[in-house]
């Protein structure tokens, strides 16, 4: 029989995490270091099995660095020595840390290479409300400006950049920001710098965020940006409807990305695709492309399920989003752009939505202001083409849609089709307002504006849906295994 053993430090601790190969029944044998022998019975063992892109070799507690879990013990040196010192394994089959039941108060903390971090069903990671633990980093080079202040940003909870291989996940363990007292400075205007967001992964490649809870993040809840390779999967984030921006899924600027089977309930859009802001992200280029959202439960009253913009001046394309839910929810899809945005937002295709208790179900707005600074280029007209819905079934909507481009800009190559929509008691008199745009319907109830015409009721499967798979989508996932004792 065989046990990898995590590092003789590591096998000092009460906590001891070792893969195992084969029937456990051992002897720990002391050594050069005078550890005593002890037997370890089967009964001591927690076995823990879970999916990720990469398994690891080495493992480790937060308790191992001295971090306690008891809600009022400050940890953020003992998770950022425990990264530290598990980097070293990033070219020895990869290290991981968990974090067992408990309540561990931290500030922010950067990730590694290689590496998962695995938070236990009762484990909460509490974000500290000191601001001093949070230090203040410079605007995203697609943005050049904060989004709450001029200035630079608070650095995310969980930070990483130039990464590779990186897993956040757990069995459902808590991730809490206890966002009140940033909404508080947020709302009586008292930020210098903007909020921070719960993660945020930067310039990095192979990213997993899964089987997590989120709650009360102080603004975005995760933000990969400048990354490729990517799923976030079985998350559930909560916050309260009326608490500013707190977003759920951000892609911003991202290639080959997954987003399935996650439920969100939001003060702000539930998933936002983005790609930087005016000039600034027009001059960085960088899109956001090749995005899957799956399986997606939510529930927003003053924003979108799925928002595309507005920060889209990179460009966003070829996104597929199907079995969308959304429940008390301002809009179903919502594009955000205007002048000065330019950019691009093409080739979305979105199938299968069920939505209740509605403001809309489509969305297009082509006025939406909040520049990043007075530099902003009133020729940079975005391009909204290719826009594409089909299969939608809502209840008790205000309004079906209202589709608003540019005067001199419209967007076109709008396709909806197999639209059934039932207004509520108090919807308003006109059910669609349509302006600068272009596009055909079929099968669709009520019946839309003029500028969408109809093609007739046996076209509608007409608005295609892709069925070309993107590289994410084939990426086999591993069984991992690991045998804790306690």
């Known amino acids: 029989m065989h046990i990898i053993p995590l590092s003789s430090q590591m096998e000092k601790t009460s906590w001891l995490l070792v893969v195992v190969v084969g029937v456990v029944l051992i002897s720990l044998l002391g050594g050069a270091e005078g550890r005593k022998s002890r037997i370890l019975d089967e009964s001591s063992y927690y076995d823990l099995e879970y999916s990720a892109i990469s398994c690891r070799a080495h493992s480790a507690s937060i308790t191992d660095f001295g971090g306690v879990g008891d809600g009022k013990t400050l940890n953020t040196k003992a998770f950022q020595e425990a990264v530290n010192q598990l980097s070293q394994y990033a070219s020895d089959g990869g290290s991981q840390l968990i974090v067992p039941a408990g309540q561990w108060l931290t500030g922010s903390f950067n990730l590694t290479s290689h590496f998962t971090l695995f938070l236990h069903k009762d484990a909460v990671l509490l974000a500290s409300q000191d601001i001093n633990e949070w230090a203040v980093i410079d605007p995203l080079p697609s943005y050049g400006h904060g989004r709450d202040a001029a200035g630079g940003r608070y650095i995310s909870l969980l930070f990483g950049t130039n990464l590779t291989d990186i897993i956040i996940t757990g069995e459902n363990g808590t991730i809490d920001g206890q966002g009140e007292i940033w909404w508080q400075k947020f709302h009586s205007k008292k930020l210098k710098y903007t909020r921070p967001y719960l993660i945020e992964?930067?310039?990095?490649?192979?990213?997993?965020?899964?089987?997590?809870?989120?709650?009360?993040?102080?603004?975005?809840?995760?933000?990969?940006?400048?990354?490729?390779?990517?799923?976030?999967?079985?998350?559930?984030?909560?916050?309260?409807?009326?608490?500013?921006?707190?977003?759920?899924?951000?892609?911003?600027?991202?290639?080959?990305?997954?987003?399935?089977?996650?439920?969100?309930?939001?003060?702000?859009?539930?998933?936002?695709?983005?790609?930087?802001?005016?000039?600034?992200?027009?001059?960085?280029?960088?899109?956001?492309?090749?995005?899957?959202?799956?399986r997606l439960t939510c529930i927003s009253p003053y924003s979108a399920a799925i928002a595309l913009g507005s920060e889209m001046s990179g460009g966003i394309q070829d996104v597929r989003a199907e079995d969308i839910t959304a429940i008390n929810t301002e809009s179903g899809v919502r594009i955000k752009t205007g002048v000065g945005r330019g950019g691009f937002v093409k080739d979305v295709y979105v199938k299968g939505m069920t939505l209740h208790t509605m403001k809309w179900v489509f969305w297009m707005t082509g006025n939406y202001g909040q520049h990043a600074d007075t530099h902003w280029d009133p020729n940079a007209l975005p391009e909204i083409k290719g826009i594409n819905y089909r299969d939608v079934v809502a209840e008790n909507v205000s309004m079906a849609a209202r589709l608003e481009g540019i005067s001199g800009d419209p967007f076109t190559g709008i396709c909806?089709?197999?639209?059934?929509?039932?207004?509520?008691?108090?919807?308003?008199?006109?059910?669609?307002?349509?302006?600068?745009?272009?596009?055909?319907?079929?099968?669709?109830?009520?019946?839309?504006?003029?500028?969408?015409?109809?093609?007739?009721?046996?076209?509608?499967?007409?608005?295609?849906?892709?069925t070309e798979s993107f590289a994410i989508d084939n990426l086999e996932m591993q069984r991992c295994s690991y045998r804790l004792n306690y």
């Open 201 to 294: 992964i930067m310039h990095s490649d192979n990213i997993q965020i899964s089987d997590l809870t989120l709650v009360n993040s102080p603004s975005w809840n995760i933000h990969p940006v400048y990354s490729s390779n990517i799923i976030v999967q079985g998350v559930t984030i909560l916050a309260p409807v009326k608490s500013p921006n707190t977003d759920g899924i951000n892609p911003d600027s991202c290639t080959n990305m997954k987003i399935e089977d996650n439920y969100i309930v939001s003060g702000d859009d539930c998933v936002a695709v983005k790609s930087g802001w005016d000039e600034y992200g027009i001059n960085y280029g960088m899109p956001t492309s090749q995005l899957i959202i799956r």
């Open 416 to 466: 909806i089709s197999n639209v059934t929509i039932s207004m509520a008691k108090k919807a308003k008199k006109y059910p669609w307002t349509c302006t600068d745009i272009e596009g055909i319907t079929s099968g669709v109830q009520p019946p839309p504006c003029q500028l969408l015409p109809d093609q007739g009721p046996e076209k509608t499967e007409m608005c295609s849906f892709p």
